[in-house]
């Protein structure tokens, strides 16, 4: 009965219910103390275990309906009429002898037993259902009762014959149908929702190519990740183990007892709260990737220290302020189209870019500090600087760089990729949501 549970426990995942592995552990003790004989019993249980609010209970008890509906089979119609023993003798399919002899826990049972066979929990899209559909026929034994059902009809002058595949005709319907309902049921508990399908493609889309009427939706999306990241490291931090025994220092310490180690003391890790440098090429190629990029960086400031944007296209310039005025929305669209910022949107150039950077901004780089680069390398041939990327990678904790541009073009053309890779410290191909999530996750999760 565990693999039920979980099959339930899925079930309801798919309908937005959100269930924990400890809390699918407290379903199955649960459902193991109340036993499975009374229906209610089993439905309070699961529910105080899985149904956290108001709105959850209510997807619970319509899942719960759904799922645990035990009328996989009802036969409709008149009693079966007796078969002529010979007739009898010619059907040699178990599905149908059930027919004839009018057994549907049977039917059901071989109904049940296909789904299982056939992986009928799988179903995910609505162009699977006849596909499963076919599929589950086949192992109940369709083709067969076809092949009788033709064989009887055949034999025009028995009127015995013409009853039996008349009985048969009705019982191929009603099975037929359960099966389509079967299968319907299921599709119901486990389908991905237009919705969910909208979702997973744009986490995985490649962001130069989204299009701007689906911006909100990646807003939401991007919310969506924030709140996973913040709530995976929120706990990490509450739930910190204590860490491995500080020897020196407990030793230290227990000579005041005479050597006896009365107090001890723990080493601990805490995890940093960097703070971040982003130097983002604003030019057109790269400027989804810094829109998600940023969206991304700011939503997450309560885990970040201090954070710098700075922009260049053919030089750089400082807007942190304007990300500190603003709302992210209001703030990217000012970086991208605001006259009053000192940016020259011609040619993109890392040679004047990155010698302003070394002018201006490389004090402010310390040991404590992240510096991402979010850009493609290509410089129009221009000077590369390696040079001042290697007093920043000497000088920062870490430098990042990502670059929207599949790997195998890194190199090629005007691209300064592999100059600079012996600089940096992680080097990421970053052009979906889902490589955004990584890169800020990692960024997170740096400890000293």
Same mark, same amino acid.
């Given at each position: 009965?565990?693999?039920?549970?979980?099959?339930?426990?899925?079930?309801?995942?798919?309908?937005?219910?959100?269930?924990?592995?400890?809390?699918?552990?407290?379903?199955?003790?649960?459902?193991?103390?109340?036993?499975?004989?009374?229906?209610?019993?089993?439905?309070?249980?699961?529910?105080?275990?899985?149904?956290?609010?108001?709105?959850?209970?209510?997807?619970?008890?319509?899942?719960?309906?759904?799922?645990?509906?035990?009328?996989?089979?009802?036969?409709?119609?008149?009693?079966?009429?007796?078969?002529?023993?010979?007739?009898?003798?010619?059907?040699?399919?178990?599905?149908?002898?059930?027919?004839?002899?009018?057994?549907?826990?049977?039917?059901?049972?071989?109904?049940?037993?296909?789904?299982?066979?056939?992986?009928?929990?799988?179903?995910?899209?609505?162009?699977?259902?006849?596909?499963?559909?076919?599929?589950?026929?086949?192992?109940?034994?369709?083709?067969?009762?076809?092949?009788?059902?033709?064989?009887?009809?055949?034999?025009?002058?028995?009127?015995?014959?013409?009853?039996?595949?008349?009985?048969?005709?009705?019982?191929?319907?009603?099975?037929?149908?359960?099966?389509?309902?079967?299968?319907?049921?299921?599709?119901?508990?486990?389908?991905?929702?237009?919705?969910?399908?909208?979702?997973?493609?744009?986490?995985?889309?490649?962001?130069?190519?989204?299009?701007?009427?689906?911006?909100?939706? #990646? /807003? @939401?999306?991007?919310?969506?990740?924030?709140?996973?990241?913040?709530?995976? %490291?929120? $706990?990490? !931090?509450?739930?910190? +183990?204590?860490?491995?025994?500080?020897?020196?220092?407990?030793?230290?310490?227990?000579?005041?007892?005479?050597?006896?180690?009365?107090?001890?003391?723990?080493?601990?890790?805490?995890?940093?709260?960097?703070?971040?440098?982003?130097?983002?090429?604003?030019?057109?190629?790269?400027?989804?990737?810094?829109?998600?990029?940023?969206?991304?960086?700011?939503?997450?400031?309560?885990?970040?220290?201090?954070?710098?944007?700075?922009?260049?296209?053919?030089?750089?310039?400082?807007?942190?302020?304007?990300?500190?005025?603003?709302?992210?929305?209001?703030?990217?669209?000012? #970086? /991208? @189209?605001?006259?009053?910022?000192?940016?020259?949107?011609?040619?993109?150039? %890392?040679? $004047?870019? !990155?010698?302003?950077? +070394?002018?201006?901004?490389?004090?402010?780089?310390?040991?404590?500090?992240?510096?991402?680069?979010?850009?493609?390398?290509?410089?129009?041939?221009?000077?590369?600087?390696?040079?001042?990327?290697?007093?920043?990678?000497?000088?920062?904790?870490?430098?990042?760089?990502?670059?929207?541009?599949?790997?195998?073009?890194?190199?090629?053309?005007?691209?300064?990729?592999?100059?600079?890779?012996?600089?940096?410290?992680?080097?990421?191909?970053?052009?979906?949501?889902?490589?955004?999530?990584?890169?800020?996750?990692?960024?997170?999760?740096?400890?000293?």
């Amino acid at each position: 009965m565990e693999q039920v549970i979980g099959s339930f426990i899925s079930a309801l995942r798919t309908t937005g219910v959100r269930i924990s592995v400890s809390e699918s552990l407290d379903a199955v003790r649960a459902a193991g103390l109340v036993g499975y004989r009374r229906r209610e019993d089993l439905r309070n249980a699961l529910s105080s275990a899985l149904a956290k609010s108001l709105p959850e209970k209510e997807k619970f008890d319509a899942c719960f309906e759904m799922f645990f509906s035990f009328d996989v089979f009802t036969p409709h119609g008149d009693a079966r009429k007796p078969v002529d023993p010979e007739i009898r003798s010619m059907i040699d399919s178990d599905i149908a002898s059930m027919i004839i002899s009018g057994d549907p826990s049977g039917i059901a049972t071989l109904i049940r037993d296909a789904a299982e066979a056939t992986d009928l929990s799988s179903i995910r899209y609505y162009m699977q259902k006849n596909i499963f559909t076919v599929r589950m026929l086949e192992k109940i034994g369709m083709p067969k009762l076809d092949s009788t059902l033709n064989q009887l009809k055949s034999m025009q002058g028995s009127g015995a014959a013409q009853a039996a595949a008349a009985q048969l005709e009705d019982g191929r319907q009603q099975i037929l149908d359960a099966v389509r309902n079967y299968v319907e049921r299921e599709y119901q508990l486990n389908a991905i929702t237009a919705e969910d399908m909208a979702e997973a493609y744009l986490r995985s889309a490649t962001l130069t190519n989204i299009e701007q009427r689906y911006f909100s939706k #990646m /807003q @939401e999306i991007i919310q969506k990740l924030v709140k996973q990241l913040e709530d995976r %490291y929120s $706990r990490r !931090l509450k739930a910190a +183990k204590r860490g491995k025994l500080d020897y020196k220092k407990t030793l230290r310490k227990g000579v005041r007892y005479g050597g006896l180690m009365f107090e001890a003391f723990w080493k601990k890790k805490k995890v940093d709260r960097p703070d971040v440098i982003a130097i983002c090429d604003i030019s057109r190629s790269v400027s989804r990737v810094v829109r998600f990029f940023l969206m991304f960086l700011y939503s997450m400031q309560k885990r970040i220290g201090r954070i710098r944007i700075l922009a260049f296209c053919s030089n750089l310039a400082d807007v942190t302020h304007i990300f500190d005025r603003y709302p992210i929305e209001e703030a990217l669209l000012r #970086m /991208q @189209e605001d006259p009053n910022i000192p940016i020259l949107r011609g040619r993109t150039d %890392y040679d $004047r870019s !990155l010698m302003e950077f +070394k002018e201006h901004y490389l004090a402010l780089v310390t040991r404590n500090t992240t510096v991402i680069i979010l850009g493609d390398a290509r410089n129009n041939y221009y000077n590369s600087r390696a040079e001042i990327l290697k007093m920043i990678s000497e000088r920062c904790k870490r430098l990042i760089w990502l670059n929207p541009e599949t790997r195998s073009f890194w190199g090629t053309g005007d691209s300064e990729m592999k100059t600079y890779t012996p600089y940096c410290h992680v080097l990421k191909e970053c052009n979906t949501l889902t490589h955004l999530e990584r890169v800020v996750g990692e960024l997170l999760s740096v400890r000293h």
